[in-house]
């Protein structure tokens, strides 16, 4: 299994600043994702957080706005740009250590935008 | 594309009565299958999960789950539900092949509230 992390666990922000979430895990994973739960819906994943290298982004979400960093295999971050309201969510980091693991997910950063 | 379909988006059912949740897939490639649940204001918790082999699979808190590939389902069962069980339920499914950086595609959820 793996242990993660994400600082900060919530936080309220101004519209048109910008909030950098962090996502620690306890040990080397291949594979780092983000997603995104908006109020009362399901999770969509944003993008596939690529060592080393530029996300993977979903349909929908760009760099511009949702920047992603992997320096290593147990540490990314994604920052929430140019915020407004729309960007109140809980934002989620997930692992899986190999292709016939579990997918785990930490514990969210809820995110309130005014 | 794949997707994953809950219908119910909510259910009431009485404590101690039976569960299912309903969870249908679609996927190109052989899918693995996970339930998870989400209390309120808490994080996902792994309910069970289907890689292979034996198509019923058992998991936490009494939960569990059939796999089965002619109808693309994978419901969600409890014999006797408990008032602890009230949360929202996800159904996911993912790719069991070498592509790598393939992450779980979710549902919608199906909120469960106990009534006593």
């Known amino acids: 299994s793996a242990v993660i992390s994400q600082k900060p666990s919530r936080d309220i922000c101004q519209r048109g600043t910008s909030l950098t979430i962090q996502c620690q895990v306890d040990?080397?994973?291949?594979?780092m994702f983000w997603y995104r739960q908006q109020p009362g819906q399901s999770l969509t994943l944003i993008a596939t957080?690529?060592?080393?290298?530029?996300?993977?982004?979903e349909s929908g979400f760009v760099i511009d706005k949702f920047p992603i960093s992997r320096p290593n295999l147990t540490f990314s971050t994604l920052t929430v740009s140019n915020m407004s309201p729309e960007d109140s969510s809980i934002y989620l980091c997930?692992?899986?250590?190999?292709?016939?693991?579990?997918?785990?997910f930490g514990p969210g950063t809820r995110l309130t935008v005014l | 594309a794949q997707s994953v379909t809950q219908p119910d988006i909510h259910i009431t059912v009485s404590e101690g009565a039976s569960l299912e949740l309903r969870c249908n897939y679609s996927?190109?490639?052989?899918?693995?299958l996970f339930w998870y649940v989400q209390s309120p204001g808490q994080g996902l918790q792994l309910l069970l999960k289907?890689?292979?082999?034996?198509?019923l699979v058992q998991g936490i808190k009494g939960f569990e789950a059939e796999f089965k590939r002619s109808q693309s389902s994978f419901n969600l069962r409890k014999p006797s539900v408990h008032w602890s069980d009230a949360a929202e339920y996800f159904c996911?499914?993912?790719?069991?092949?070498?592509?790598?950086?393939?992450?779980?595609?979710f549902g919608k959820g199906t909120t469960l509230s106990v009534s006593s």
């Open positions: 997930s692992v899986r250590t190999s292709l016939h693991d579990t997918q785990y």
């Open positions: 040990s080397q994973v291949t594979m």
């Open positions: 957080a690529n060592q080393g290298s530029e996300a993977t982004y």
């Open positions: 996927y190109g490639a052989t899918p693995y």
């Open positions: 289907y890689f292979s082999g034996d198509t």
């Open positions: 996911a499914v993912g790719a069991l092949a070498n592509q790598a950086g393939t992450a779980l595609i």
